[in-house]
């Protein structure tokens, strides 16, 4: 598995693109800023938008699975003296 920000070259694969004049002069402008290659940039923008998508780490905040330490335990989790060295 590759790492985000690094690319395989295990699996290469040659792609030709039609862009227009000015996107292509894009391109080179913003590799040379990175100092990196164009095919480089292309492969980092591909990756970062088409890419693994990550699973958000706030996803089941809010659902309260039955457990101890619901909102509507509160009362009751208090009054056994909950919290308390």
């Given at each position: 598995?590759?790492?985000?920000?690094?690319?395989?070259?295990l699996a290469a694969m040659t792609v030709t693109v039609d862009l227009s004049d000015e996107l292509l002069?894009?391109?080179?402008?913003?590799?040379?800023?990175?100092?990196?290659?164009?095919?480089?940039?292309i492969a980092e923008s591909v990756?970062?938008?088409l890419g693994p998508r990550r699973?958000?780490?706030i996803s089941g905040?809010?659902?309260?699975?039955?457990?101890q330490g619901?909102?509507?335990?509160?009362?009751?989790?208090l009054a056994d003296g909950f919290g308390r060295d």
């Amino acid at each position: 598995m590759v790492a985000a920000g690094e690319f395989s070259t295990l699996a290469a694969m040659t792609v030709t693109v039609d862009l227009s004049d000015e996107l292509l002069d894009a391109l080179r402008v913003e590799a040379a800023r990175r100092k990196v290659s164009i095919d480089a940039l292309i492969a980092e923008s591909v990756t970062e938008h088409l890419g693994p998508r990550r699973r958000l780490a706030i996803s089941g905040v809010g659902s309260s699975g039955g457990g101890q330490g619901r909102a509507a335990d509160a009362d009751e989790l208090l009054a056994d003296g909950f919290g308390r060295d």
